[in-house]
């Protein structure tokens, strides 16, 4: 019966395949990723701060706003 024997060698460089694999692909993608991750920020950003204003009026309208 034939052994396997996996040793760190092993492990570290099929480690560095898959994150060469990984970079190449987002070196490819340029700036669209961080564009893309920008306006999903801005945009939640600005929906909780319109959610704010209308908490805030709510408050003022109830007589609960501190």
């Known amino acids: 019966m034939k052994t396997l024997m996996i040793t760190w060698t092993d492990i570290f460089e099929g480690t560095a395949s ?6 190449r692909g987002m070196k490819s ?4 990723p ?3 991750i ?3 920020i801005i945009i939640l950003l600005a929906y909780w701060c319109m959610r704010i204003i209308r ?3 709510e408050a003022a309208r109830n ?3 501190e």
């Open 38 to 40: 920008s306006g999903f």
């Open 18 to 23: 898959v994150f060469q694999w990984i970079f």
């Open 34 to 36: 961080n564009i893309f």
């Open 63 to 65: 007589g609960t706003l």
């Open 55 to 57: 908490y805030k009026k």
């Open 29 to 32: 993608l340029g700036q669209g």
